[in-house]
């Protein structure tokens, strides 16, 4: 049987209100009677009754993560973050996946509401705001990570990918490339924001860019390899070729440099590739991989204190926005003399 308050009390002679305490960390209780009841507990392997917990003070102790896809880098170090600052307090996570699907993600967001979750957070896969505006409406606490939307007052917790689309733009322009080509995610803030971004660092360089060199959108996460390598076969029957490729994240990028490696076609010499993510395996690939760093676990350590403000705080907070600034890693997929053309 589970060791119960009340075995601990009886073994030490206390009542159960102060085994209760000593477990609320309420400070009417003596540190020799706390240690007491602390040894004793361990001694015992005495596990909390989280459920009963739940029902005397409203909370679960659990927030839920919906990340569009589990095996992401991106997303995998942004729940690291989170577990990480979450723990420290006695929080557990609960994760699951929407697959990139928002019909999905509606279903699992549901099923986490079902489990009572003190905090909701979600990087979406939608393409409008209605799921969260009925969220606000039914007052349940939620947090967007990675992906906006327009006009939503909510929390937000994410990069600025504006800059990142100006950044890895400009770097490549700074390398002399003149025909930069881009291949876009998803149509999401993220993807949107750094398509918005590489047209103004064309835009700041007197440069139009080119249409047809404008790629992709009909791809996730979860198909960005496979998606970077069809879209590259794409771009490179494209006339003039590209001597630069902007991807809107590494996965892609992997890709692409997959397609032009098949075609003997070199990077960066030929054609300079720069992704975002820098993901752990970006310095290891056989041409370093030159990104946007998003600063992932960082996102996910500022998202896993907002949720802990939230719980603590006794009436809503305005929502805010924290973006966290990019940096840019350069590494042998764009390392070429500044002002050689391809």
């Known amino acids: 049987m589970p060791v119960r308050l009340k075995d601990i009390a009886g073994d030490l002679g206390v009542s159960i209100i102060t085994v209760s305490k000593v477990l609320r960390g309420h400070s009417d209780i003596s540190e020799e009677t706390r240690q007491r009841v602390l040894k004793r507990m361990k001694e015992m392997n005495y596990q909390p009754n989280l459920a009963a917990r739940a029902l005397v003070t409203g909370r679960t102790l659990t927030v839920g993560l919906v990340v569009p896809d589990l095996t992401h880098p991106f997303f995998a170090q942004v729940a690291k973050g989170i577990h990480f600052t979450l723990r420290r307090k006695g929080y557990g996570l609960l994760i699951t996946t929407s697959m990139d699907d928002p019909d999905i993600e509606k279903q699992e967001i549901n099923n986490l509401i079902s489990r009572r979750v003190d905090v909701l957070i979600v990087a979406s896969s939608q393409q409008s705001a209605e799921s969260f505006h009925s969220l606000e409406e039914q007052k349940i606490p939620f947090i967007l990570v990675d992906r906006n939307f327009p006009g939503l007052h909510a929390n937000f917790v994410g990069v600025d990918d504006a800059a990142i689309g100006r950044m890895a733009t400009r770097h490549l322009l700074e390398l002399g490339c003149t025909r930069i080509a881009h291949i876009c995610g998803p149509p999401v803030s993220t993807s949107l924001l750094r398509r918005e971004g590489y047209r103004k660092a064309l835009a700041e360089w007197k440069q139009k860019p080119c249409e047809d060199h404008i790629v992709g959108g009909s791809f996730g996460d979860t198909d960005a390899i496979e998606g970077g390598f069809r879209m590259m076969q794409q771009l490179l029957g494209r006339k003039p070729r590209p001597d630069g490729l902007f991807c809107f994240n590494d996965p892609t990028a992997l890709g692409a440099m997959r397609a032009l490696s098949a075609e003997g076609i070199r990077v960066p010499a030929d054609i300079a590739v720069i992704g975002c993510g820098n993901f752990l395996y970006s310095d290891f690939l056989r041409i370093p991989l030159s990104t946007v760093d998003q600063n992932s676990e960082f996102i996910g350590e500022r998202t896993g204190r907002l949720a802990l403000q ?33």
């Open 310 to 342: 939230m719980v603590a705080s006794k009436t809503p907070a305005h929502p805010r926005t924290i973006l966290v600034p990019p940096s840019l890693i350069v590494r042998a997929s764009t390392l070429r003399p500044k002002g050689k053309k391809g």
